[in-house]
């Protein structure tokens, strides 16, 4: 017979390790459901994240007009050529130039154009971007092109060499509509617009590493516009070094409107 104080002992301790069980399940569960709740937020937030998007302003400290400017010809050319300086980031940068620097290296550079626009480049256009790329290009679009643009496709690709240099020109209207929207990768560079009709007026741009143009209506038409050579590159009096430049181009598509019935302007497809 076993005694009633270890029958009750006994009892004591299976009710105690019982509870103990059932408090243990109760309270892994609550943390379960704890996780739970904080993954479902993080996953709000992170998604909330990804749908954030910057306000970006342009920057026309990067914009320096020589000549003589009437009022209404400075802020239509002020509207039409805007630049948005850290566009994108290093890391994104990086992921670019991941994507499309192996596929350039094949290539060789080039230094005659049909036009004679340019030289030292090489270029390709891409249909498809990897998913990071493709987000980037998609927040160019967004702020580049107004709502229901018809948008080429094709994201042209241009990489000019050190030593390399685009002359003024203006780009052919049957290759691209009224707005060039270039994201230029690898190094700083002057971009210098000449009025067609006044060639005194020009404006000078600076384009830094990272940083994102957008040219369109009378900047795409009443202007020439080149890449100042590494040896003329210079903004508002002071050197500006420019090494190897790639920039990745969105354009969008012509329409009757962006051909005025001249035919043509000079220049090929968009090259800044």
């Not at 302003?57 to 914009?63: E, I, M, P, T, Y």
């Not at 580049?144 to 080429?152: D, E, I, R, W």
């Not at 690709?157 to 780009?171: E, Q, S, Y």
């Not at 994201?183 to 000449?194: K, T, Y």
Request: one cysteine or more; hydrophobic letters at 35%.
């Amino acid at each position: 017979m076993v005694p009633y104080c270890l029958l009750h002992w006994k009892r004591c301790v299976l009710t105690s390790f019982n509870g103990r069980q059932r408090l243990g399940k109760r309270l892994f569960n609550s943390v379960k459901q704890g996780n739970e709740q904080v993954a479902r937020s993080s996953k709000v937030q992170c998604s909330n994240a990804l749908h954030h998007e910057k306000s970006y302003q342009a920057d026309q400290g990067s914009l320096v007009l020589h000549g003589n400017w009437s009022k209404e010809t400075r802020a239509t050319v002020l509207q039409d050529m805007l630049v948005f300086n850290d566009f994108i980031t290093e890391s994104e940068e990086e992921c670019i130039m991941g994507e499309i620097g192996p596929y350039l290296k094949r290539m060789r550079y080039e230094f005659d154009h049909w036009d004679d626009a340019i030289h030292g480049f090489r270029e390709t256009e891409r249909p498809q971007w990897n998913p990071e790329n493709a987000r980037v290009l998609d927040r160019v679009r967004r702020l580049a092109f107004p709502v229901g643009t018809a948008q080429l496709r094709h994201v042209h690709v241009l990489d000019l060499a050190g030593d390399g240099v685009i002359k003024p020109h203006v780009d052919s209207r049957r290759f691209c509509g009224s707005v060039i929207a270039g994201l230029s990768l690898l190094s700083d560079a002057v971009m210098r617009l000449v009025s067609c009709a006044e060639p005194e007026r020009r404006l000078d741009a600076l384009l830094g590493r990272r940083s994102l143009y957008v040219m369109r209506n009378s900047a795409r038409y009443d202007y020439t516009h080149e890449i100042l050579s590494a040896s003329l590159s210079t903004f508002a009096e002071r050197r500006v070094p420019r090494g190897r430049r790639v920039s990745v181009i969105c354009r969008n598509e012509p329409t009757a409107a962006d051909d005025d019935g001249d035919g043509p302007a000079p220049g090929g497809p968009a090259a800044s």
